[in-house]
C-alpha cells in the first residue's frame, strides 16, 4: 500500500538533489531471490528485446547466478490455494528472505557476535514474517497465471484475499489480509479496490497494477507487481522493477531517505517508451513513496522518496520498510480521483461518536480491523448494510482516514513494484523476494 507525498494528503515536498549515496549493500547468495534481483538490474537486456518499441539509456549488464529453488516451495500447495503454508512448512521452517550483508561501516555486524544476540530476541518476528512472506510468494504465483483480461476486477479481488485467507488461516486481528487488494489501472497509479457493485473488465490493453498484503501478529509484508499483455509496456513494467530492486539494494541501516530517493530516480529516469509512434521519457511519480511498517501499521511515520529530495532521515537497525517505486508516462503526479474505497482507523484514543450508526461502525472496525486499512467489501463481507454515513461521520471526525484512488492524467500509464525488508542487527532480509520478483 502507497505512502502519498504532495497534492493527496501531503506529507512534504519532493523536489531537490542528487544526494551521495551513504551506505551501500551486497547481497550475498542465499537462493534464487539472488538471480531475480540480477536479471531485472540487467534492464537493458530486457527493454531492448521487445520489438524494438523501446530502448533502455544506460545499458549495464550483470553476471547471471545459478538459480537455487526456494520458497513458494510449496510442492504441495494446491491449485485452489487451500494448504495453510504452515502445514507445508511445520515449525516455523519458513524460507528466509533474500539475505544481503552490510558492507563499510557495517560490515562487521555479519559476524558480530553481539549483534548475533540481537538477531535472536526477534526469531518470533522473523518467524511471523516469514509466513507471510510465503503466503504472499504462493498467492501472487498462483493467480499471476490466472489473472487475464476478460476477468472483473472484483473476481480477481476476491481470487487473491481468499487465497491469502487460506494460506495465512485467517483468524481474527492475529493472521489475516494485511490492506485491502489494490488493482489500479492504467493512469490510475494506486489505492483502487472494486466497491460493490462496480463492474470493471479488465481489458487486453490494460496496464494493471496489483498491491496486496499479509499479516501475522501484525507484523505486515507488502509487496507489488505490475501486469500487461500487450508488450508495448515492457519498457515501463522493467523501469519499475530495475527502480525497485535498486533502491532496495541501496537501503540500509544509517542511509539517508533523500540518498535512495535519488538512485531510484536516476535508475527509472533512465527508461523510455514507444506508444503509438512517439517516444516518451518515463518519469517517477514524485508524490508517491515507500514506508516503513509498524505493528498493524502499514504506514509507520518514514516515508521513502522515488525522486531525489534532501530528506537527510535515516534508516535504522530493527526497522521494516517497503520500498516501491512507481513509474509513468504521464506528468509524474497524482491526485485523488473518484469514489474512496480504502479506509483504515487512525491509531490513538478518539471521543465516542454521537451518531449511533457510527458509533456502532467503530466497534466493527476496532474489533475485525484494529488499525489495518480496510474496504467497503469487507464491511459487506461482515454483513454490516447502510453504513455508508456512519462511515463519512467517522472520516469527517478525524477518527477514520480515507484513501481514495490516486491517479496521473488521464490517457498516460502507470507501474508498480515493491518488496518488503528488514534491517536485521547482523544483515538486511528481502522478505517478499521470490523466483518471480
Not at 18 to 35: F, H, Q, S
Not at 350 to 373: D, E
Request: aromatic share 6%; glycine share 10%; with cysteine.
Amino acid at each position: 500500500m502507497t505512502t502519498v507525498n504532495g497534492a493527496a494528503n501531503a506529507t512534504g515536498a519532493i523536489e531537490k538533489g542528487l544526494g551521495e549515496l551513504a551506505v551501500k549493500e551486497t547481497p550475498t547468495t542465499n537462493d534464487a531471490a539472488n538471480d531475480s534481483e540480477d536479471v531485472e538490474n540487467s534492464a537493458g537486456e530486457n527493454a531492448d528485446g521487445k520489438d524494438g518499441a523501446a530502448k533502455k539509456k544506460k545499458n549495464k549488464k550483470r553476471n547471471k547466478k545459478k538459480k537455487k529453488k526456494t520458497g513458494a516451495g510449496a510442492a504441495g500447495q494446491s491449485e485452489t490455494l487451500s494448504v495453510p503454508v504452515s502445514q507445508l512448512f511445520p515449525n516455523n521452517s519458513y524460507p528466509e528472505g533474500q539475505i544481503c550483508e552490510y558492507v563499510d561501516d557495517n560490515k562487521y555486524r555479519t559476524t558480530s557476535e553481539e549483534m548475533r544476540a540481537k538477531d535472536h530476541l526477534n526469531e518470533q518476528q522473523l518467524f511471523d514474517l516469514r509466513r507471510g512472506a510465503e503466503v504472499h510468494r504462493e498467492v501472487r504465483q498462483n493467480v499471476r497465471q490466472r489473472i487475464k483480461p476478460g476477468m472483473d476486477l472484483t473476481t480477481i479481488a476476491e481470487m487473491i484475499e481468499n487465497g491469502t485467507r487460506s494460506l495465512v488461516e485467517v483468524n481474527g486481528l492475529e493472521a489475516g489480509i494485511g490492506f485491502p487488494t489494490g488493482l489500479s489501472i492504467n493512469h490510475c497509479a494506486a489505492h483502487f479496490t472494486p466497491n460493490a457493485g462496480d463492474h470493471v473488465v479488465l481489458q487486453k490493453d490494460d496496464v494493471l497494477k496489483v498491491d496486496f498484503g499479509v499479516q501475522v501478529n501484525g507484523n505486515i509484508v507488502d509487496s507489488a507487481f505490475t501486469m500487461a499483455w500487450n508488450e508495448r509496456y515492457d519498457p515501463l513494467l522493467q523501469a519499475v522493477k530495475d527502480a525497485t530492486n535498486t533502491g532496495v539494494r541501496e537501503a540500509g541501516i544509517d542511509v539517508r531517505l533523500g540518498d535512495i530517493g535519488a538512485a531510484i530516480q536516476e535508475v527509472m529516469e533512465s527508461y523510455e517508451i514507444e506508444l503509438d509512434g512517439k517516444t516518451t521519457n518515463i518519469k517517477s511519480i514524485r508524490n508517491l513513496c515507500g514506508h516503513n511498517i509498524g505493528p498493524y501499521l502499514i504506514h509507520s511515520g518514514k516515508s521513502v522518496p522515488i525522486v531525489a529530495n534532501h530528506d537527510q532521515t535515516r534508516m535504522e537497525e530493527g526497522e521494516l520498510f517497503a520500498i516501491e517505486t512507481f513509474g509513468t508516462t504521464g506528468n509524474g503526479f497524482v491526485q485523488e480521483e473518484g469514489p474512496c474505497s480504502h479506509y483504515a482507523k487512525i491509531g490513538g484514543e478518539h471521543m465516542s461518536p454521537r451518531i449511533p450508526s457510527a458509533k456502532k461502525l467503530l466497534q466493527t472496525i476496532t474489533k475485525n480491523f484494529g488499525t489495518l486499512p480496510f474496504c467497503r467489501r469487507y464491511l459487506d463481507r461482515l454483513g454490516e448494510s447502510h453504513y455508508y454515513l456512519g462511515l463519512k461521520s467517522l472520516v469527517d471526525s478525524g477518527i477514520v482516514n480515507s484513501y481514495p484512488p490516486l491517479c496521473d492524467v488521464k490517457g498516460s500509464y502507470t507501474a508498480q513494484s515493491e518488496h518488503t525488508f528488514i534491517l536485521r542487527p547482523t544483515v538486511k532480509e528481502v522478505l517478499s523476494r521470490g523466483d518471480d520478483y
